[in-house]
């Protein structure tokens, strides 16, 4: 049996793991890269395997860098089965046909086309629960457990050959709003672990939502505008129901909230079919008829027409996509408030090296968006407890619940892997940080 890190090794983003077997051939996601344009070149590049040799695709989750080269992967040859968990084929559907359609703008060369797409999306046959068991074929099973991500986040376990391997997916934070705390591993032989958030310690999400609301209250009152960079997916339905709750309590000022985002709307619409999967407090307050994703101060832009006209309100709170400034509406928003001293920027998710959101981040005083210099004035801050990535405390405790006898780290930037396998190695751990494409006899 051997493993072949075709993405994520020694970044974030391309999640997409090749794994042979005596008998089957399985990948675990296969995702989108992100961020500088050397990574984003990879997504060109040809696999390093046959697509048509694939038995099965495992899915963990529904963001673009763990599916977002599905439809590539069809188009080249794929007819086996795709598995994920029942929300992630939901949400595969939104997001694989917004890429899609953005993919036939590109003028450069689509990776793909809204056919493609589609055909993707008629590959992921299997929905399965957390807990539930599969046999893909010749000794070789897989289940699927909560990992606490975004909705229908999983990790996989997969049991091969006598070894059980791990795939931590995107492991989430602890006290999240809308998903649960991510369930603890089995023992395993092999877990290949994600590290986004390997040298850090996130504080604890109250104190994240208390800043959050000094922020709004404050640019509020001197009369700018708080912009919110957010993930369609999770983060920004995450942020509506902090923000319901805030003003629910008269904790923040009453004023217009817009979510500008076509795809996060979309996405929203499928965290309310599953409101039932949700941590208790946020349960009840849906079943209470309360609908943090439906208030009076909440407007939903859905046409350019209406995204337009919010440069017109003052005092205003703006969530809108991309999550790392990489596209979408925000660019306009940002071109238009981060010149103003009175306004703030406030990022609440990961900015990948190379992205707009992490130059912003690192302190340049002048950024180009849309072709032209824009001198950065507004205040900038990042709210690190909203994360819905696991710190390096979680994937220690994590990794110790595991306890394998080798562990590969995976989906991180080079320092955040350094730090996390120095960690582990002082707990006695067999840590090894593969590079892309490297092949690993198991």
Not at 12 to 38: A, I, N, Y
Not at 279 to 300: G, S
Not at 314 to 325: D, W, Y
Not at 328 to 353: D, K, M, T, W
Request: proline residues 6%; contains cysteine.
């Amino acid at each position: 049996m051997r493993i072949t890190f075709a993405g994520a090794a020694g970044t974030v983003t391309g999640s997409c793991f090749f794994v042979e077997t005596k008998g089957v051939k399985f990948l675990v996601d296969c995702g989108m890269f992100q961020g500088l344009p050397e990574l984003e070149a990879r997504n060109a590049e040809p696999f390093p395997f046959d697509p048509a040799e694939v038995d099965w695709l495992i899915l963990t989750h529904g963001h673009l860098d763990h599916l977002g080269l599905v439809p590539r992967l069809v188009r080249e040859g794929f007819q086996g089965k795709g598995i994920c968990t029942v929300p992630t084929r939901d949400i595969a559907q939104v997001m694989l046909m917004d890429a899609a359609r953005i993919q036939e703008e590109e003028e450069d060369g689509a990776l793909y086309t809204v056919e493609d797409a589609l055909e993707a999306l008629d590959r992921l046959v299997v929905s399965v629960e957390y807990g539930e068991g599969m046999e893909l074929g010749k000794g070789v099973a897989v289940r699927f457990h909560d990992a606490g991500h975004i909705l229908g986040a999983a990790f996989v376990e997969v049991q091969a050959e006598g070894k059980t391997l791990i795939f931590s997916g995107d492991l989430g934070n602890r006290g999240k709003p809308l998903v649960e705390d991510p369930s603890y591993p089995p023992k395993a032989d092999v877990l290949v672990l994600e590290s986004t958030y390997g040298d850090r310690h996130h504080p604890p999400v109250e104190e994240s939502v208390e800043e959050l609301r000094r922020v709004i209250v404050e640019t509020l009152d001197g009369g700018g505008n708080v912009v919110i960079p957010s993930f369609a997916l999770e983060r920004t339905q995450e942020v509506l129901y902090i923000l319901f709750r805030l003003w629910r309590e008269r904790k923040i000022p009453r004023t217009k909230i817009f979510l500008d985002s076509p795809l996060a709307t979309q996405a929203t619409k499928i965290f309310e079919r599953y409101t039932d999967r949700f941590p208790e407090p946020a349960r009840k307050l849906f079943h209470k008829k309360e609908n943090p994703f439906d208030f009076e101060l909440l407007e939903y832009t859905l046409t350019k027409a209406a995204s337009k006209k919010i440069a017109e309100e003052e005092g205003v709170i703006i969530i809108a996509g991309s999550g790392m400034c990489t596209g979408g509406r925000i660019l306009y928003h940002l071109r238009a408030n981060l010149p103003r001293p009175e306004c703030s920027i406030v990022f609440v998710g990961y900015q990948a090296e190379g992205t707009l959101g992490r130059a912003i981040l690192d302190g340049a005083s002048v950024v180009e968006i849309l072709g032209s210099p824009v001198p950065v004035q507004a205040g900038i801050w990042r709210i690190e407890g909203l994360s819905a990535h696991a710190d390096q405390g979680i994937l220690v405790d994590w990794t110790m619940h595991a306890d394998p006898s080798q562990v590969f780290l995976v989906h991180g930037e080079p320092q955040a892997l350094g730090t996390l396998a120095s960690r582990l190695t002082d707990h006695g751990y067999s840590v090894h940080i593969p590079v892309w494409r490297e092949t690993v006899e198991l």
